[in-house]
């Protein structure tokens, strides 16, 4: 079974901290994604990457960075946390050409 | 731009009873067409697919059909059980490896 884990469940942070998220798969999957999930907006894509040390922009990249290191890590950095940043942090990978991506179980986060 | 629009809930239904969830997207080319459930306290996972018009995905009792000429792909279960209490995404995948996806629709069954 594909596995994607992020590093914490549930967070709380201060404004202005600089906020690391991390996610990990162990399927060797080509693809990560970055969500936020919010209540009535459904998942919103943050950024995404194809491979190691490439990115692009989502549909709502601004106030976020991320780093790909290695295949199977993927970081989101919130560079300097905001109180509208606080939501559910979702992270995905899929195969090259997928139909379907694996979630991990999320990250709640609130910024205070 | 894409996109991929879904009936509000929450939607509270008694053990036994239909349960259908409109979805209708929005979007250029022939995408693929997608149900992820999320239960309480996990992360969204795939409950069917279906990738070029009238095809059926199913799963789990639920089934879903790719309408290409109303843009819409509803999902449906004849005898809901309270373990299918959960959220319900409609996504769809045109070009490239990006998701759309709508904004969730809460199902609350009792018993």
């Known amino acids: 079974d594909v596995k994607v884990t992020q590093s914490s469940r549930y967070l709380v942070k201060r404004t202005g901290e600089k906020v690391f998220l991390e996610c990990v798969q162990d399927?060797?999957?080509?693809?990560m994604f970055w969500y936020r999930q919010d209540p009535g907006l459904g998942l919103r894509l943050i950024y995404f990457?194809?491979?190691?040390?490439?990115?692009e922009k989502g549909d709502i990249p601004e106030g976020y960075s991320v780093s790909r290191e290695k295949k199977e890590r993927f970081s989101l950095i919130l560079e300097s946390a905001s109180t509208n940043q606080t939501s559910m942090y979702l992270c995905a990978s899929s195969l090259e050409s997928p139909d379907t991506q694996y979630f991990g179980p999320g990250t709640r986060l609130l910024v205070l | 731009g894409d996109s991929v629009t879904q009936m509000e809930g929450p939607v509270t239904l008694s053990e036994e009873a239909f349960l259908t969830i409109n979805c209708t997207y929005t979007a250029t080319g022939y995408p693929s067409l997608f149900w992820y459930v999320q239960y309480p306290g996990e992360g969204l996972q795939l409950l069917l697919k279906?990738?070029?018009?009238?095809d059926k995905g199913s799963n789990k009792g639920f089934e879903a059909t790719y309408r290409k000429e109303t843009t819409s792909f509803h999902l449906e279960k004849g005898s809901v059980q309270v373990s299918d209490s959960a959220v319900y995404f409609c996504a769809l995948k045109a070009a490239g490896n990006k998701l759309t996806f709508g904004g969730g629709t809460r199902v609350l069954v009792k018993p």
């Open positions: 279906a990738t070029k018009a009238d």
């Open positions: 990457s194809y491979d190691v040390k490439m990115k």
């Open positions: 399927m060797d999957h080509e693809n």
